[in-house]
T-cell receptor, first 114, second 112 residues
Framework: AQSVTQLDSHVSVSEGTPVLLRCNYS??????LFWYVQHPNKGLQLLLK??????LVKGINGFEAEFKKSETSFHLTKPSAHMSDAAEYFC????????????FGTGTSLTVIP | ETGVTQSPTHLIKTRGQQVTLRCSSQ?????VSWYQQALGQGPQFIFQ???????GRGNFPPRFSGLQFPNYSSELNVNALELDDSALYLC???????????FGDGTRLSIL
């Protein structure tokens, strides 16, 4: 069975400082992992995806994530936070490269302080 | 490239009523999934349609039903609405059954 744990429900950083959003997963299969961002009253936008290729994945808007199988982690990072990064972030796991279910974490709310 | 569009954006209903939500998938996508996102929670999978057939269902009662049409657009129908059905309903489309899924902006359903 798949599940996702986002270790922080809320993260607050100052503009220009690094961002770290933590995600641990469990999966019975080779997982596909994703990070999505959701701005208020909006749908979800894909930031990046891991599907068994390179373990360091680069996404949009300067975000990247590293798949660490030994730690069952897929943490999201960004070197320098921007005000526009303030949003809700979801870590998502699915079975392999196909399948009919996405398993969402409970989300991490990122606040960026000017 | 046209993205995923959902209608209506907002809807207010009362308990016991029925509602239909609509979704147009992204161009070239033939798989549609529906999710319920309660306030402050992550989305929960309701069901998925692939080439007009249901291709999996989450832990939702039968009063949640759906359709997919030949043009791959989709409907979510909910009967006998309950207060707990108040949520943002998200539609996502993808090519075949491959990830990732692309999401619409959702329909905000409020039950009074």
């Amino acid at each position: 069975a798949q599940s996702v744990t986002q270790l922080d429900s809320h993260v607050s950083v100052s503009e220009g400082t690094p961002v770290l959003l933590r995600c641990n997963y469990s999966s019975s299969y080779s997982p596909s992992l994703f990070w999505y961002v959701q701005h208020p009253n909006k749908g979800l936008q894909l930031l990046l995806k891991y599907t068994s290729a390179a373990t360091l994945v680069k996404g949009i808007n300067g975000f990247e994530a590293e798949f660490k199988k030994s730690e069952t982690s897929f943490h999201l990072t960004k070197p320098s936070a921007h005000m526009s990064d303030a949003a809700e972030y979801f870590c998502v796991v699915s079975e392999g490269n196909t399948g009919n279910q996405f398993y969402f974490g409970t989300g991490t709310s990122l606040t960026v302080i000017p | 490239e046209t993205g995923v569009t959902q209608s209506p954006t907002h809807l207010i209903k009362t308990r016991g009523q029925q509602v239909t939500l609509r979704c147009s998938s992204q161009s070239g996508h033939n798989t549609v999934s529906w999710y319920q996102q309660a306030l402050g929670q992550g989305p929960q999978f309701i069901f998925q349609y692939y080439r007009e057939e249901e291709n999996g269902r989450g832990n939702f009662p039968p009063r949640f039903s759906g359709l997919q049409f030949p043009n791959y657009s989709s409907e979510l129908n909910v009967n006998a609405l309950e207060l707990d059905d108040s949520a943002l309903y998200l539609c996502a489309s993808s090519f075949r059954l491959m990830w990732p899924q692309h999401f619409g902006d959702g329909t905000r359903l409020s039950i009074l």
